[in-house]
């Protein structure tokens, strides 16, 4: 191993936990990342001559390479994902549990000796911009050189954290092994009051990659709490207006919900001049301003998304970030070497080697890339990147938008009445599962905040704070509701989403600034005919009166159905949201009782 096999810091607070670690995982080398451009290259060369990496064809992907993982470690591993706090009940019923005392033994166990023969690197990280208020030092030590240079792209990484941390002993404690891969030796283990996550026996990012899911949300949700802040799994995005005007929204997707898509939407030619660019696709950080607004920041540097289904359709600005200097892990390859997915733009090869490196031909029933497959790239090769991702104060948000998959009930878009409405909306927010996942078709799986697995303490505490927080916001966001996925009783979907939820977009943005009008419902504000501008919308007008529509039958029912929800989350539910609940299914029962005389 080249340099940096020696401390780059001389804070006794880290050598302390590194030491510790190393004589239990006992490696044969120590390596000290630096962050610097020359390391990257040593980092990468040793990967391809190990055979982690594969480069691809200089002239269509200049330098970027290509991974492809153990065919039993593809995805991130819920039930084997465990929040470790002193008691079951902090751990809340949402969550898998495990004593703190018992996860330490099991996984250390499991640690013992897992590095002989390897490098363990030491990757300092900051989540957030470095000057940054917001962000937080964090520590990984990891055995897969594909981990720390995933690390490099996704967070500020390198000696720009220890300078941030100095001589404190404030840093998230990451330990970090793939070991021998075994799914029955694979845990994933989050000590919120420790500051620590212990994980091994997985290479994949949302297992593997310390800063993203497992300190960014979980453990970042249960500071957040006893800090006075909100860590959400929300993108940031910035739209700037024909005359100038800036405004920035904060929304929440469960997964295959179109994220990525909305965090980097391209405005139809009926909007011309509007300007959308991203501050983030995936994590919001957000704490009150001096002003009494809310800000965030994006604490993360680069992206990992989903490949299959991104194209210059779907998502231009995502598939020029991928041209270059990125990772793909677990897409097929085509025979010049580059990368293919299902869904990529033009027409399919005749042949491909496929994400387990076999042969694969046109007309084959397998996928050619794993369907989680995925893509991590700098957040500065974003064509669309705001001016303000990098902000140390980050950007002040206009309104909270949470958007689930649902074929029927919620409408295309809906305002809530207050901030407790707008925490119930999001708390009862979800998907329909399809039979390929459950079994079932059309069951709701409820997504709270689309935090379900990420949430690091008890979801009813977890609701109880996001109530908490209109006290310490004097100037708080406006909440809406949305919903592309609405069908028809033809089956198809009544919106064409993409680049025309600029509309929907516009539409909030106006009401935010009390500039267009809206319909009071039973359940929500949503937009009159009219008032949303269809200029140019490749859809029948009916079409979109369609998606907007409110039927109370199915609110009766949906009403009903979250009843189970809210029981499951226990005695810490907060009973301002089963209030609403029952107010709402009251006021929908009524409003059907004098219909039907």
């Given amino acids: 191993m080249a340099a940096n096999s020696s401390p780059l810091t001389s804070n006794p607070h880290l050598t302390a936990w590194v030491d510790a670690m190393a004589r239990m995982a006992k490696p044969d080398r120590i390596y000290w990342c630096d962050g610097s451009e020359g390391e990257k290259k040593r980092l990468t060369d040793e990967a391809v001559a190990q055979g982690v990496l594969v480069p691809l064809n200089p002239k269509k992907r200049p330098g970027c390479h290509y991974h492809r993982s153990n065919p039993s470690d593809v995805a991130r591993v819920e039930h084997l994902t465990f929040i470790c706090t002193p008691t079951k009940e902090q751990a809340g019923p949402t969550n898998n549990w495990m ?30 911009p470095n000057d940054s208020p917001f962000s937080k030092v964090g520590i990984e030590l990891t055995d897969s050189v594909y981990v720390a240079l995933n690390m490099r792209m996704m967070a500020r990484m390198g000696k720009v954290a220890l300078d941030r941390l100095g001589d404190a002993p404030d840093f998230n404690k990451g330990m970090h092994s793939v070991a021998d891969c075994h799914p029955d030796r694979r845990f994933i283990c989050h000590f919120p009051q420790d500051n620590a996550i212990w994980s091994v026996g997985s ?45 920035y929204v904060a929304a929440a997707f469960p997964s295959a919900c179109g994220k990525t898509n909305f965090a980097m ?33 994006n604490p993360e540097f680069g992206y990992f998304g989903v490949a299959p289904g ?17 990772l793909f892990t677990n897409v097929a390859l085509t025979p010049d070497m580059d990368v293919w997915w299902e869904g990529m733009d033009g027409a399919v090869p005749e042949t491909l080697t496929d994400w387990k490196g076999h042969p694969w031909k046109k007309g084959s029933a397998e996928k050619a890339a794993h369907p989680n497959s995925r893509f991590t790239a700098p957040m500065d090769n974003n064509p669309a990147l705001s001016r303000f991702a990098h902000d140390p104060q980050g950007v002040p948000i206009s ?11 919620v409408p295309l878009v809906m305002q809530s009445f207050n901030w407790t409405h707008g925490v119930y909306l999001g708390s009862t927010m979800g998907s329909e599962t399809t039979a390929a996942a459950t079994g079932a078709v059309g069951v709701v799986r409820r997504d709270p905040m689309a935090m379900l697995p990420f949430i690091g303490y008890d979801a009813g505490s977890y609701l109880q704070h996001w109530l908490d927080m209109q006290s310490r916001i004097p100037l708080p966001p406006k909440v809406f509701l949305v919903n592309w996925f ?15 939820n600029m509309r929907v977009l516009k539409w909030i943005l106006d009401r935010c600034q009390g500039r267009v009008g809206a319909q009071e419902t039973l359940l929500g504000w949503t ?16 079409t979109a009166a369609a998606a907007t529509r409110i039927d109370l039958a199915e609110w009766e029912t949906e009403l009903e159905s979250q009843a189970a929800w809210f029981q499951s989350l226990g005695k810490t539910l907060p009973v301002q949201l089963e209030m609403q609940r029952q107010m709402l299914l009251a006021a929908v029962k009524g409003a059907r009782r004098v219909a039907a005389k």
């Avoid at 030619?269 to 800000?295: C, S, Y």
């Avoid at 937009?527 to 919308?537: A, F, H, Q, T």
Wanted: with cysteine; proline share 6%; charged share 25%.
């Fill in 486 to 500: 609405r069908k028809g009783a033809d089956g198809k979907f009544l919106w064409p989403g993409y680049g025309d």
């Fill in 527 to 542: 937009p009159r005919e009219g008032d949303l501008d269809l200029r140019g919308l490749d859809a029948p007008a009916e």
């Fill in 265 to 297: 939407l391209i405005p139809p030619a009926a909007f011309p001049g509007w300007k959308i660019r991203t501050v983030g696709d995936d994590i919001a950080w957000m704490r009150v301003g001096a002003d009494g607004r809310l800000w965030a920041v």
């Fill in 99 to 128: 004593a703190p005392d018992e996860a330490y033994k099991k996984l250390g166990a499991i640690y013992d000796g897992a590095m002989k023969g390897r490098t363990m690197y030491v990757v300092p990280y900051i989540m957030g």
């Fill in 399 to 409: 309104a909270l938008i949470f958007g689930g998959r649902r074929s029927t009930t």
């Fill in 203 to 247: 290479g994949y990012g949302g297992n593997a990659l310390l800063g993203k899911k497992c300190l960014a949300l979980r453990i970042a949700s249960y500071l957040a709490r006893s800090e006075g802040w909100l860590a959400e799994h929300m993108l940031i995005l910035e739209a700037e207006s024909p005359q100038g005007e800036v405004s």
């Fill in 310 to 326: 991104t194209n210059y359709k779907t998502n231009p600005n995502a598939m020029r970030s991928v041209e270059k200097d990125s």
